[in-house]
T-cell receptor
Framework: AQSVAQPEDQVNVAEGNPLTVKCTYS??????LFWYVQYPNRGLQFLLK??????LVKGSYGFEAEFNKSQTSFHLKKPSALVSDSALYFC????????????FGAGTRLFVKA | DGGITQSPKYLFRKEGQNVTLSCEQN?????MYWYRQDPGQGLRLIYY???????QKGDIAEGYSVSREKKESFPLTVTSAQKNPTAFYLC???????????FGSGTRLTVV
């Protein structure tokens, strides 16, 4: 079965430190990969995507993600965390087998301490 | 500005009632989706529609119904057959698989 795993329910970092939110997937072929962020009682906002090309993808608000095909991972990173980055982050994968369905991970809550 | 509008923001349902959640988009996107979000479970797909007058069941369609009479609108009805409807409901749209989703701000449904 196709799946997306975010192994950490919560990630805690100090402001100014680098952060990583992990994502691995089990999807055949060459899927499209996405990261979204959700603030309390709001919808999800698109952060970045990987379709093809450079393995390091840059997105909104200083976030970037590193694609590793051999490890089927797509980890979200930021060099210097801000308190305002505290939110719920979702990794998502859309198989390239046609159709419009996307599989979401369970989400990782990021808490940045001042 | 283009976007997706969900209404109402909060909705309370009595036992045995059907309720309808509205989702309207002005992005000219072909595909629209309904997701349910429960704490710790991420997003689960209820229904999706790729074109007008066509829609498909997602992973948890039981107890829900949808219609897609216009490109802009994709309302979701939570029927009395849905035994545990309390959740946060998210509507989304996309123009094609490579562009990702645009989400509405959600409707929080509570059974009273």
């Amino acid at each position: 079965a196709q799946s997306v795993a975010q192994p950490e329910d919560q990630v805690n970092v100090a402001e100014g430190n680098p952060l990583t939110v992990k994502c691995t997937y089990s999807v055949s072929g060459n899927p499209y990969l996405f990261w979204y962020v959700q603030y309390p009682n709001r919808g999800l906002q698109f952060l970045l995507k990987y379709i093809t090309g450079d393995n390091l993808v840059k997105g909104s608000y200083g976030f970037e993600a590193e694609f590793n095909k051999s490890q089927t991972s797509f980890h979200l990173k930021k060099p210097s965390a801000l308190v305002s980055d505290s939110a719920l982050y979702f990794c998502a994968v859309r198989p390239d087998t046609g159709g419009f369905k996307t599989i979401f991970g369970a989400g990782t809550r990021l808490f940045v301490k001042a | 500005d283009g976007g997706i509008t969900q209404s109402p923001k909060y909705l309370f349902r009595k036992e045995g009632q059907n309720v309808t959640l509205s989702c309207e988009q002005n992005l000219n996107h072909d595909a629209m989706y309904w997701y349910r979000q429960d704490p710790g479970q991420g997003l689960r797909l209820i229904y999706y529609s790729q074109i007008v007058n066509d829609f498909q069941k997602g992973d948890i369609a039981e107890g829900y119904s949808v219609s897609r009479e216009k490109k802009e609108s994709f309302p979701l009805t939570v029927t009395s057959a849905q035994k545990n409807p309390t959740a946060f409901y998210l509507c989304a749209s996309s123009i094609n698989p490579g562009h990702g989703y645009t989400f509405g701000s959600g409707t929080r449904l509570t059974v009273v």
